[in-house]
């Protein structure tokens, strides 16, 4: 029995209550066991410490600035991920000429090319969207890259069969058929772009959630500190949300698994052949015709069984 969406909901609100009253309780108890939490600041003062920043200018000039750094390399790195990714699966040599360069290239964490992006751009600005840009694109990449090749090759044969040429294999089947697999890389992007860029700007950002949240750390500013990282995870959560939803949209004609508790996919079983096999030992003469009709059957529930 599956719950409804607002008891779903409670739950969820309850979960999140139940975390910050237990940091609540154990920041203003000062427990020490362990985990100092005495050094920690309590809901509240993070609270007073968010209104506070909340009605002040700097804020909303962080949040704008982080966004748009954010979402101007996230959208670079989709359109070069995902093109990169077909032409790869789809040309060997493409597949020769890059895939060695980005195999080298891919395992280098982006925030290490921040070096790279100070020498190479002239303003820091530019930087921090390059070292964004590089953080999602590699997810992309190889997500696409693998739903590409997953395709199966009957869909393909038919559109050429039907007399369509290439871009008609590439919108047609090869971009629709991936769809799934790149907003799972697309998914993964835009989370890794908010740890790159936030690390970015701690190091040479001007302005921005990630330079505002160093700077509170510089002057022990801890409930500051705890105010960055709750704008963090509000953005990266707000973000991350909507590039889902942009997936469930453009992928709604995908046949959709419904959730079982427990983790048990509900199963069909097949109804025995055992009347066929009666029919025929009462009629020798009927008993190839029944075996075939058998035979049909099993290979149908097989069909069936595939596509579920």
Do not use: K
């Not at 200018?57 to 750094?69: E, H, M, N, P, V």
Request: charged share 15%.
């Amino acid at each position: 029995m599956t719950r409804r969406p607002l008891a779903r909901y409670v739950l969820r609100v309850a979960s999140l209550a139940i975390a910050l009253g237990l940091w609540q309780l154990l920041t203003s108890l000062d427990v020490d066991l362990w985990l100092r939490f005495s050094q920690f600041p309590t809901v509240a003062d993070v609270a007073r410490a968010f209104a506070d920043r909340v009605s002040g200018a700097d804020y909303w000039t962080d949040l704008t600035d982080s966004l748009t750094r954010i979402l101007t390399g996230f959208a670079l790195a989709a359109v070069l991920g995902v093109a990169t990714g077909v032409l790869v699966a789809r040309s060997r040599l493409a597949e020769d000429l890059l895939g060695p360069v980005l195999e080298v290239v891919r395992p280098i964490p982006a925030i290490a090319l921040v070096p790279v992006a100070i020498l190479l751009f002239p303003s820091n600005e530019q930087g921090i969207v390059f070292i964004t840009c590089t953080a999602a694109f590699f997810p992309v990449l190889v997500s696409t890259r693998h739903a590409v090749r997953a395709l199966t090759p009957v869909w393909e044969e038919a559109v050429r069969t039907l007399g369509g040429g290439r871009l008609r294999i590439l919108g047609s089947v090869v971009l629709p058929g991936a769809l799934p697999g790149i907003f799972g890389g697309l998914s993964v992007g835009i989370g890794v772009s908010w740890i790159c860029v936030i690390s970015a700007e701690m190091i040479s950002g001007q302005y921005g959630v990630g330079y505002r949240t160093w700077q509170d750390y510089t002057v022990v500013n801890y409930p500051g500190v705890f105010v960055g990282m709750v704008t963090i995870g509000l953005l990266g959560w707000v973000t991350s949300t909507a590039v889902e939803l942009l997936g469930l949209r453009l992928t709604r004609w995908l046949p959709r698994t419904s959730y079982v508790p427990g983790g048990r996919a509900r199963t069909t079983v097949p109804r025995p052949a055992a009347p066929v096999a009666v029919q025929a030992e009462g009629n020798p003469e009927n008993q190839p015709e029944a075996q075939h009709q058998g035979h049909d059957e099993r290979e149908q529930g097989a069909r069936d069984e595939h596509f579920v």
